[in-house]
């Protein structure tokens, strides 16, 4: 069975790459280009994980993991932050707060960013 990740980014060339480089380790991957774009699809579609950018016009990241969380049909799907932004300490308690299993700094390594994926897959 693929596992399914659903990559959330407002910039349509990261949205690619990360597909590109998850379906080339046999992954099934959805694209959502908002955060409203992925609350909708979460509503019949259940991903594995979700690497979720911060920085997105709208609704934040950060608020649509806090919608996630509090509905209770999605609430334990794992999420991962992907984001350009370096977290303080308020910003990684936070992340604790809304159980966000791992967070990556763009530009990312591919090799790396797979090997985190693979790893909160198989906790």
Same mark, same amino acid.
């Given at each position: 069975?693929?596992? +399914?990740?659903?990559?959330?980014?407002? *910039?349509?060339?990261?949205?690619?790459?990360?597909?590109?480089?998850?379906? #080339? *380790?046999?992954?099934?991957?959805?694209?959502?280009?908002?955060?409203? #774009?992925?609350? $909708?699809?979460? *509503?019949?579609?259940?991903?594995?994980?979700?690497?979720?950018? @911060? @920085?997105?016009?709208?609704?934040?990241?950060?608020?649509?993991?806090? +919608?996630?969380?509090? #509905?209770? +049909?999605?609430? $334990?799907?794992?999420?991962?932050?992907?984001?350009?932004?370096? =977290?303080? *300490?308020?910003?990684? #308690?936070?992340?604790?707060? =809304?159980?966000?299993?791992?967070?990556?700094?763009?530009?990312?390594?591919?090799?790396?960013?797979?090997?985190?994926?693979?790893?909160?897959?198989?906790?």
């Amino acid at each position: 069975m693929k596992k +399914k990740i659903m990559i959330v980014d407002d *910039e349509q060339s990261v949205l690619e790459i990360v597909k590109a480089i998850f379906e #080339n *380790e046999e992954f099934e991957v959805i694209t959502a280009e908002s955060g409203q #774009n992925c609350l $909708n699809k979460l *509503e019949t579609i259940k991903p594995d994980l979700i690497l979720m950018d @911060m @920085m997105m016009p709208g609704i934040t990241g950060r608020e649509t993991t806090k +919608k996630i969380r509090d #509905n209770p +049909k999605t609430k $334990n799907i794992k999420i991962m932050f992907v984001s350009v932004a370096r =977290l303080s *300490e308020v910003g990684l #308690n936070e992340l604790k707060e =809304l159980n966000v299993l791992d967070y990556v700094t763009k530009p990312f390594d591919n090799n790396d960013l797979v090997r985190r994926v693979k790893k909160i897959l198989n906790d």
